[in-house]
């Protein structure tokens, strides 16, 4: 099976600074097979048999601490829930200098729709869908400190997510597909 790891909070700021290169020979230790790294806000693609992706979070998490010392989140998704989430994700949205459209991936304790209702949308800026394991984001960059989405950062909400701009959101998807071959 194909999965993608995204890694929570790494080489943000200068925190939490991890090697991609290093990355990719702890998660190939830790049994992951076919692994390929993609820019250096950790997503890393891989293939691996029968494990539960909240198992396979674990290893990796565990392994991520053991070769960096560092206590990452990780949320894993299989190439079904990519899918998913990029059928829902509208083809015209862009991150651009006319547009941001972010996906903001969900841990399993918030993935509802009923997030939605914690979260301050204001609709005539912001455009939110949710599909199961995401949250997708888009707002006109004119706009963006004046919607309410931005206000995510200081709630609990934020803390279990992972945000990927759509770029690299389709970039990671395209990774997996060429995985799957």
């Given at each position: ?52 992706k909240a198992k396979i979070a674990s290893i990796l998490e565990m392994s991520i ?73 888009s707002v006109c960059k004119q706009h963006v400190t004046r919607s309410g989405m931005?206000?995510i950062i200081k709630s609990d909400i934020y803390r279990q997510t992972t945000v ?18």
């Amino acid at each position: 099976m194909v999965y993608v790891a995204l890694l929570r909070g790494i080489n943000v700021g200068g925190k939490n600074k991890i090697d991609m290169k290093l990355l990719k020979q702890s998660f190939e230790q830790a049994g992951m097979n076919n692994v390929v790294t993609y820019i250096n806000s950790g997503n890393i693609i891989f293939t691996y048999n029968s494990r539960s992706k909240a198992k396979i979070a674990s290893i990796l998490e565990m392994s991520i601490q053991e070769t960096f010392g560092l206590q990452i989140k990780v949320l894993v998704l299989d190439l079904n829930d990519m899918k998913r989430i990029m059928s829902s994700l509208p083809e015209s949205w862009t991150n651009d200098d006319k547009m941001k459209s972010d996906v903001l991936f969900l841990w399993d304790d918030i993935n509802n729709e009923s997030v939605l209702d914690k979260l301050v949308i204001k609709p005539d800026m912001d455009t939110v869908i949710y599909v199961s394991g995401a949250i997708l984001w888009s707002v006109c960059k004119q706009h963006v400190t004046r919607s309410g989405m931005t206000n995510i950062i200081k709630s609990d909400i934020y803390r279990q997510t992972t945000v990927r701009n759509v770029n690299t959101t389709r970039k990671i998807y395209e990774l997996m597909l060429a995985s799957e071959k």
